[in-house]
T-cell receptor, first 115, second 112 residues
Framework: ELKVEQNPLFLSMQEGKNYTIYCNYSTTSDRLYWYRQDPGKSLESLFVLLSNGAVKQEGRLMASLDTKARLSTLHITAAVHDLSATYFC???????????????FGQGTRLTINP | KAGVTQTPRYLIKTRGQQVTLSCSPISGHRSVSWYQQTPGQGLQFLFE???????NKGNFPGRFSGRQFSNSRSEMNVSTLELGDSALYLCASSLAFLSTGTFGSGTRLTVV
């Protein structure tokens, strides 16, 4: 059974600081997603990482994937209050049918950025 | 471009009743996946449909079922509701291949 573990689960940081959220998973997969969720809201797609060594950046967020280590990271640079949210990683666990999607999510990291 | 539309947004049901939730995907998207989100279990995959066929199913009891219509709209049904079925139900649509999927706003189901 695939397990996806994020750490930390809770993170409180000051504006302007840098930090990294880690996502470890227990089986082979070449497709990993990062999502953001604001309280009471749905999931907003941030990044899709499709191969080993993939790195994507959007504003103050940068995600990377190491499929050999089964590890993805979400790095936050010079945090601002607007980035406060819960961040989820998800691994695409393919079914027997090609293309069939099945996302297995991490527990989520609740990020609070204080002024 | 319209997003993924889920109806209703909120729903209150009584134990033992059944409920049907609806998801209209983005135009042109043929894959629809359903997820349950609860504080205790987090986000869990329910099932995925493509071209009216269920291709993947999560570890949920048979009380949870779904279907997809020829226009790609999908419904999920939960029969004999239990208190533990209270959750945010999210659907996501995608083009199936190399797609991150776009989530709808969800239906918040409360079972009393």
């Amino acid at each position: 059974e695939l397990k996806v573990e994020q750490n930390p689960l809770f993170l409180s940081m000051q504006e302007g600081k840098n930090y990294t959220i880690y996502c470890n998973y227990s089986t082979t997969s070449d497709r990993l997603y990062w999502y953001r969720q604001d309280p009471g809201k749905s999931l907003e797609s941030l990044f899709v990482l499709l191969s080993n060594g993939a790195v994507k950046q959007e504003g103050r967020l940068m995600a990377s994937l190491d499929t050999k280590a089964r590890l993805s990271t979400l790095h936050i640079t010079a945090a601002v209050h607007d980035l406060s949210a819960t961040y989820f990683c998800a691994v695409d666990l393919r079914g027997e049918i090609q293309g069939a999607q099945k996302l297995v999510f991490g527990q989520g990291t609740r990020l609070t950025i204080n002024p | 471009k319209a997003g993924v539309t889920q109806t209703p947004r909120y729903l209150i049901k009584t134990r033992g009743q059944q409920v049907t939730l609806s998801c209209s995907p983005i135009s042109g998207h043929r894959s629809v996946s359903w997820y349950q989100q609860t504080p205790g279990q987090g986000l869990q995959f329910l099932f995925e449909y493509f071209s009216e066929t269920q291709r993947n199913k999560g570890n949920f009891p048979g009380r949870f079922s779904g279907r997809q219509f020829s226009n790609s709209r999908s419904e999920m049904n939960v029969s004999t509701l239990e208190l533990g079925d209270s959750a945010l139900y999210l659907c996501a649509s995608s083009l199936a291949f190399l797609s991150t999927g776009t989530f709808g706003s969800g239906t918040r189901l409360t079972v009393v």
